[in-house]
């Protein structure tokens, strides 16, 4: 495989409320909570900008105004507290917030030199909407995609190396994320062009030292599969 560019996004990286969509937010709690955002997943993706030198994209409104992560016609992309908004809002909320966000990221990644592996950061709790997750650290890649089994791979090897005492788990973007951000950039762009991986972290594991140490095996890796 040819030398690969690197780029990073955090798509859940606040909770940021613009001043005229306040009045849709009761109490401050539901921002706060794992609904608003992925709390800790920007650290790390700060952590790997600097430690790899390489870009990377957050969106800092929270997902409960527009789901900036997921498609169109889901029906999660507005939220409990937006859906109800009339279409003229609602298309507001996509012009101001949404569209501008993925075109930045896709706009980046037409201009890498290819082939480029992206990596979208998150941050999950432990319980959430009656799930249980259990894995400490997932790496979410799409199966049918042999580049990117093969760096999905080389990032759970390093990351076990790193910190073995964790439940780290490979999983699939037809289960987990089937019309993402990542989906559709898929389409936009060739196997060979584009490696999509989205790292996943407990949030019970988000402390400084587990930080430096994720941050370090996958700089690792990364280094390693772009040289």
């Given amino acids: 495989m040819a030398s690969l560019s690197l780029i990073l996004s955090c798509e859940y990286a606040g909770n940021q409320v613009p001043i005229r969509y306040r009045g849709l937010f009761p109490t401050d709690e539901i921002l706060s909570s794992p609904k608003g955002w992925d709390a800790g997943a920007l650290d790390i993706t700060v952590a790997l900008s600097e430690s790899l030198d390489v870009s990377c994209f957050s ?78 650290i997932g790496i979410v890649f799409d199966s049918q995609r042999s580049f990117e089994k093969t760096i999905a791979l080389q990032l759970m090897s390093s990351l076990e190396q790193a910190m073995g005492d964790l439940r780290i788990d490979l999983k699939d973007s037809s289960d987990n994320a089937p019309d993402g951000f990542m989906a559709y950039l898929r389409t936009r762009f060739s196997e060979e062009e584009y490696m999509g991986i989205t790292i996943e972290i407990n949030q019970q594991l988000l402390t400084p030292e587990v930080i430096d140490k994720v941050t ?6 990364l280094l390693a599969l772009r040289a």
């Fill in 59 to 136: 969106h800092q409104t929270t997902r409960l105004l527009v789901d900036v992560n997921q498609s169109l016609s889901n029906p999660h992309l507005f939220s409990a507290f937006t859906t109800d908004l009339g279409d003229e809002d609602k298309q507001l909320l996509l012009d101001k917030y949404y569209f501008p966000y993925r075109l930045r990221v896709e706009h980046a990644l037409a201009m890498l030199p290819k082939p480029v592996v992206h990596l979208s950061i998150r941050s999950l709790p432990s319980a959430f909407q009656e799930r249980i997750y259990l894995t400490d």
């Fill in 216 to 221: 370090t095996a996958l700089s690792f890796s």
